[in-house]
């Protein structure tokens, strides 16, 4: 009766997880919605005013959207989604329109989604022409028997389901033309001199992470993946356990980042596996798994994620990571740099 007492604070929520509170003594936890538009090199300064201003309002219409389903008692799958199908249309970030374009100057859309109330998860990698990239992972889970469809073979699906589709000058903007532009250029210039190039650092990539009133944990991730990818490149976004994960047991994470780090660490599900068998709390996974193992490789990037008790963590070791959190009932809340929501 106590712990009950005590686990209804959710300041002990972590507390309760650990020392194994019963379901019927813990009391539900308030639903929260996490999301990120991308870690990267965007320090203070980076910005105008009014891009930053723009950022934050992408984010926080995001987070209005996808908590307004949660409050209603809807499911943290619908809340994933709708989150990501309004970054995906937004043209600021690396996903859906305004994606980075490949060596040959197109559009590739990686995405995934997974349900951690039954591991069932939706992914799809190479798609061209389907608006939202993240309804077609969602359409894999639930309408087909697998679990990832590639290029050709994803397209004929999302026909299939009649989803909406675009053509290919819908999700190259400008911006993202000009910056292909000038990866190029810095290439040839790389080549003329003789020397190495570093790889462009433009990480863009969303991703939402939720918990529902019925305790339900889900993830969801959607990119263009890396700037000047090579043919046929697949980064770490539709691959589940690195791009993301979600198990009720544990945690839902959605990863961004330079992705074949992450694919090579499991990053997601190492989080969420410390968390089950190694017993850390939700931040000192994400901590473990961030700043010792994937830094520990050379690798950048960072993560969202949720536990069941409504604990989040947001933690990357690049400059900034755009991101925010909603909690029902309160306001949403974004941040970009340093400054707060950062564990
Ligand atoms: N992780 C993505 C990839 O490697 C890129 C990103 O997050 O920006 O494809």
């Known amino acids: 009766m106590l712990r009950a007492i005590v686990c209804a604070f959710s300041v002990f929520a972590t507390f309760c997880l650990a020392t194994g509170a019963s379901a019927e003594d813990r009391a539900p936890a308030a639903p929260v919605l996490v999301v990120h538009g991308g870690a990267g090199a965007m320090a203070p300064g980076r910005y105008t005013a009014a891009e930053e201003l723009a950022y934050r309002d992408a984010l926080t219409a995001a987070l209005n959207a996808g908590g307004a389903i949660l409050e209603d008692g809807g499911s943290a799958l619908d809340a994933v989604e709708t989150a990501i199908r309004l970054l995906e249309d937004s043209p600021l970030f690396n996903a859906g329109r305004g994606a980075v374009l490949t060596r040959e100057g197109d559009a590739e859309l990686d995405a995934s989604i997974m349900d951690g109330a039954n591991a069932n998860a939706g992914a799809v990698a190479g798609v061209t022409s389907v608006k939202n990239p993240i309804t077609l992972a969602r359409r894999v889970m639930e309408n087909s028997e697998h679990v990832m469809f590639a290029r050709d073979g994803a397209e004929k699906f999302a026909k299939a389901q009649r989803l909406e589709r675009e053509k290919a000058s819908y999700f190259k903007t400008d ?31 969303v991703g939402a992470v939720a918990l529902d009133a019925d305790g339900n944990l889900a993830a969801g991730t959607s990119t263009g993946g890396m700037l000047m990818k090579r043919f046929g490149r697949v980064g770490d976004s539709p691959v589940v356990g690195a791009g993301t994960f979600a198990d009720n047991r544990s945690c839902a994470v959605s990863s961004t980042g330079h992705g074949e780090f992450f694919i090579r660490l499991t990053v997601a599900r190492d989080i969420c596996a410390q968390m089950e068998y190694g017993g850390r709390t939700l931040k000192e996974a994400a901590r473990d798994v961030i700043h010792n193992r994937l830094e520990g490789l050379g690798g950048s990037g960072g993560i969202i994620a949720v536990d069941p008790s409504g604990e989040t963590a947001l933690t990357f070791n690049t400059a900034g990571m755009f991101r925010g959190v909603k909690r029902a009932g309160a306001a949403p809340e974004v941040a970009i740099y340093g400054e707060r929501l950062v564990d």
């Open 175 to 205: 911006a993202r033309k000009r910056d292909y532009e000038a990866a190029r250029k810095k290439e040839k210039d790389v080549e003329k001199q003789g020397a190495h190039g570093s790889p462009p650092e433009k990480f863009g990539t």
